[in-house]
């Protein structure tokens, strides 16, 4: 259904669902201002775009609303639905679920969830295994465990699949086509991807870094929905990969990651290496030396789908092993590339995906069905002016300001009044319980936590 007519017919069909039942979402429901104009401008136009792309249900396969893909606007894509949502769950959390549901009631009966839906059909080619992610995000923010535990059950089939057909028996993952090698499943291409036998032989450093972080996923969405001995499991799987891909790929000598055909490692990094990071594969001392590859971010443009996933999973795995301040600078850098990009339909998706980065990253906010962690990571060009956060679904506002001292003052109000008001230092966290979701046991204001690793 990519012709021009069913084109037509699904924007007459949203443009009628729009004027009966208004706009998908309101932008206005939570707004972000920083001391940067032109980030505010983007930003606004970026989910002014997104708007738009939100789609009613339609046709045999979307059952629920889902986004239309920059590309194809009668196809939805699971990378750009995975960075959609990641952003939706802010204003609209249902939305954000229903539009990654998509993909899992689509299904295949193997267990095989597609990389791209149309109304009548879905691909046969498999969606990079990260859909989890944008489920597990929007339940933090709910609190709510049936739609995770219909995300975890789908992902379970899944992760059976790609055990039984992209698993060696040395335990690492091989790409069973070269369509496994494209950016739409490994986020990372090789630069010279083999072809026939050497297929076979081929493993790739960014396919199975990135099937760590799933069964990372899986056993943290196990635990959550009742099922600790899956979790456990889950996390044994990733234990197990992460040491076998560290011994196919690492090399002690170049002190980097390599992807490796017919045994013999390339003679070019792999470009995936700060992957390792999200999954937690490495350890400290290896994640030190792969730090050193962010020096090649400072001029970093996501001007793709997968790089913006790619930078906000590095950004996530930075921030697992402590490195708050370099995850900060390189979301900064990767911001400013975002705002100057000519004006664009996918380089306004790209803003709009990049409210994540700077909300987790820069300002440090995340959001949870029962109180806001503030881990500021706000840059020195930004003291002593206001960084505003207004939630009217939480019905709160957040102001923050770094002063000349690198201490921010945070005060948070819930309907005019002050809830919160604290002094945190950069880089560290603080937990704010919600007043009224409080019910005596909860940990409130917790005293400043320096840089050690947090558990949220």
């Known amino acids: 259904m990519s012709n021009p007519f069913s084109r037509l017919a699904i924007a007459v069909h949203n443009r009628m669902r729009r004027a009966v039942q208004g706009p998908p979402f309101d932008p206005n429901v939570f707004q972000i201002v920083t001391p940067d104009e032109e980030i505010n401008r983007r930003l606004l ?7 738009r ?7 045999y396969r979307f059952r629920s609303r889902w986004v239309s893909s920059v590309e194809g606007k009668t196809t939805a894509n699971a990378l750009e639905t995975i960075l959609a ?3 939706l769950r802010y204003f609209d959390p249902q ?5 990654v549901r998509c993909f899992f009631v689509n299904q295949s009966l193997e267990g095989v969830v597609p990389s791209a839906v149309s109304p009548m059909s879905a691909s046969s080619v498999p969606s990079a295994p990260l859909l989890l992610l944008p489920a597990l995000k929007c339940c933090e923010t709910t609190g709510g465990r049936d739609d995770l535990a219909f995300f975890y059950n789908r992902s379970v089939r899944f992760s059976d699949w790609l055990s039984v057909h992209k698993k060696r028996e040395d335990g690492l993952f091989h790409p069973g086509g070269r369509e496994d090698l494209a950016e739409g499943f490994t986020l990372f291409p090789p630069a010279a991807a083999p072809s026939g036998a ?6 790739s450093a960014a396919l199975n870094f990135i099937m760590v972080y799933h069964f990372r996923m899986m056993s943290l969405a196990a635990r959550r929905t009742g099922s600790p001995r899956d979790g456990r499991k889950f996390e044994a799987r990733a234990r197990k990969l992460a040491k076998a891909v ?10 980097d990651f390599f992807d490796v055909t017919d045994g013999t490692r390339a003679a070019v990094s792999s470009p995936a290496a700060l992957l390792a990071l999200p999954g937690e594969v ?13 020096e090649t971010l400072a001029a970093y ?5 997968s790089r913006m996933l790619s930078l906000y999973l590095l950004l996530e795995g930075l921030g697992k092993y402590g490195f708050h301040a370099a995850a900060s600078n390189a979301a900064s850098n990767a911001l400013k590339n975002v705002v100057r990009c000519p004006k664009s339909a996918r380089n306004l998706f790209l803003a709009a995906a990049s409210l994540p980065i700077l909300l987790e990253n820069v300002i440090g906010f995340y959001k949870y069905h029962d109180r806001y962690v503030i881990k500021p990571g706000i840059p020195d060009q930004w003291k002593e002016r206001r960084i505003g956060i207004v939630d009217r679904a939480a019905r709160r506002a957040v102001y923050l300001v770094l002063r000349e001292t690198g201490a921010v003052e945070c005060r948070i109000l819930r309907e005019g009044a002050v809830e919160h008001e604290a002094e945190i230092r950069n880089f560290s966290f603080r937990n704010f319980v919600f007043s009224d979701r409080a019910a005596g046991n909860e940990v409130r204001n917790v005293p400043d936590a320096g840089n050690r690793r947090y558990a949220y």
């Open 45 to 51: 136009e970026g989910l002014n775009h997104l708007s």
């Open 53 to 59: 792309m939100v789609c009613y249900p339609v046709g």
């Open 85 to 87: 949502s990641l952003t």
């Open 95 to 99: 939305l954000a679920l229903d539009a």
């Open 198 to 203: 050497a297929l076979e032989n081929h493993v």
């Open 246 to 255: 560290v011994d196919a790929c690492w090399d002690d000598a170049r002190r």
């Open 282 to 294: 490495v350890d400290r001392k290896k994640a030190e030396i792969l730090t050193a590859k962010l």
């Open 301 to 305: 443009n996501p001007s793709t789908p």
